[in-house]
């Protein structure tokens, strides 16, 4: 497995991707670059040496120049472990196999392992951190200072600075579906005449059918992350969305997909009748009652498309041993997670207010009664 990190085209430090300026950015020169410019960068110095180095192995790698891409194998898989070599230091690093873009444990410089985005599992897009690592942490704070029963260890420096940036692999889904429904609709009139009351029942047959464009059913795609979790930082808007390029995972985690589509049909395929089939019968209006009589939906045309979303992510261990989850949409800021509450305050809260309570009702009692 080949391993990639991007490199400057003018010192050869690092390149991170900057959400604020959707550029990357060398923390070394300082210089900024699109990813436009390292591309024609590239196409220069692929001109001047009349070479190319292929990134990764196999037909379905990306090329690019020396000046922006240095590349080194991995040694070997074990299980479910993963060792490879870092680009810059030399370093042996352990990863798991879904992940697909790390940081070197020694040298702290990001590293992409390139194989494990090739062939059957390179992406379809991405969509770009627009959140960096400040207004993440900003976010994170507000967030957690209006709780006041979150025990202070949560907002410490140090556990503000486990907040990890990381594309995480989902399955968007898109469909055309045509939908046919047959209904009886109920009328009923009560009236009174003298002293009897009449009650008149007419039934409508109707008929409905239409087409409908289903957009960006997002469903996530990898097992040892917490399905509410995944899917509570939803929705994107996929309007933004990039063909992919390893490029924007420099500077952030990446975790490749681990579920495949064909697991996740049936679950959708149920959701795409149901939300058709609703759809049909909200047009049926002004009616007593409503009785279905029959329905046909048909999936005329649909597409998958396999997709790294941004997330930032913070874990914390309560006294209880349980793990609680914070995470936060890296497009547009929107916050989930469980937080852990302190039982202490909580308890000191109540005494006081007791106290308080007590203290009224003495004053009032002394009042009431002298």
């Given amino acids: 497995m080949s391993t990639i990190s991007i490199k400057c085209p003018n010192c050869g430090g690092e390149l991170i991707f900057d959400p ?31 070479s190319a180095q292929t990134v990764g192995t196999g037909a379905d790698t ?23 070599t870092c680009p810059s230091c030399g370093a042996q690093i352990v990863t798991d196999q879904t992940t697909a873009a790390t940081f070197c444990y020694y040298c702290h410089n990001p590293v992409l392992l390139s194989e494990q985005l090739t062939g ?3 992406p379809d897009q991405i969509i770009p951190f627009e959140i960096d690592r400040k207004q993440a942490e900003d976010h994170f704070l507000d967030f957690v ?36 429904l047959s209904a009886e609709g109920s009328k009923i009139r009560v009236w009174v005449s003298g002293d009897e009351e009449f009650t008149e029942t007419r039934i409508f047959r109707m008929e409905r059918e239409g087409r409908v464009s289903l957009n960006e059913i997002t469903k996530h795609a990898l097992k040892k992350s917490d399905q ?14 990039e063909p992919f390029h390893m490029g924007y995972l420099s500077g952030f985690y990446a975790e490749k997909r681990d579920i495949e589509y064909c697991e996740l049909q049936d679950e959708v395929r149920g959701e795409v009748q149901k939300y058709t089939r609703d759809m049909l019968e909200d047009t049926i209006q002004g009616y007593t009652g409503v009785h279905v009589l029959s329905d046909h939906i048909r999936t005329v045309d ?69």
Wanted: proline fraction near 3%; hydrophobic fraction near 40%; glycine fraction near 8%.
């Fill in 302 to 370: 649909e597409h998958w498309a396999y997709t790294l979303l941004p997330v930032w992510t913070v874990t914390y261990k309560g006294a209880n041993g349980k793990i609680y989850y914070y995470s936060m949409n890296g497009q547009n800021g929107k916050t989930f997670g469980e937080l852990p509450i302190d039982r202490k305050k909580v308890l000191s809260i109540g005494i006081l207010i007791g106290a308080i309570v007590f203290v009224i009702m003495l004053i009032v009692g002394y009042l009431f009664f002298t």
């Fill in 145 to 180: 200072q209006k709780k006041k029963f979150v025990p202070n260890a949560f907002f410490q420096k140090n556990q503000i600075e486990k907040l990890t940036g990381i594309y995480f692999p989902y399955w968007v889904y898109n469909a055309e579906v045509d939908g046919a």
């Fill in 228 to 241: 509410v979790l995944a899917e509570g930082v939803l929705p994107y808007d996929f309007s933004k969305a």
């Fill in 62 to 84: 990306e090329s690019f120049g020396q000046a922006a891409f240095d590349d080194s194998g991995a040694e070997h898989q074990d299980g479910s472990a993963v060792v490879y």
């Fill in 20 to 50: 604020k300026s959707q550029k990357y950015k060398c923390e070394y020169c300082g210089s900024d670059f699109a990813l436009d410019e390292i591309e024609t960068e590239d196409t220069k110095t692929q001109e001047a040496s009349d």
């Fill in 120 to 122: 059957e599992f390179h």
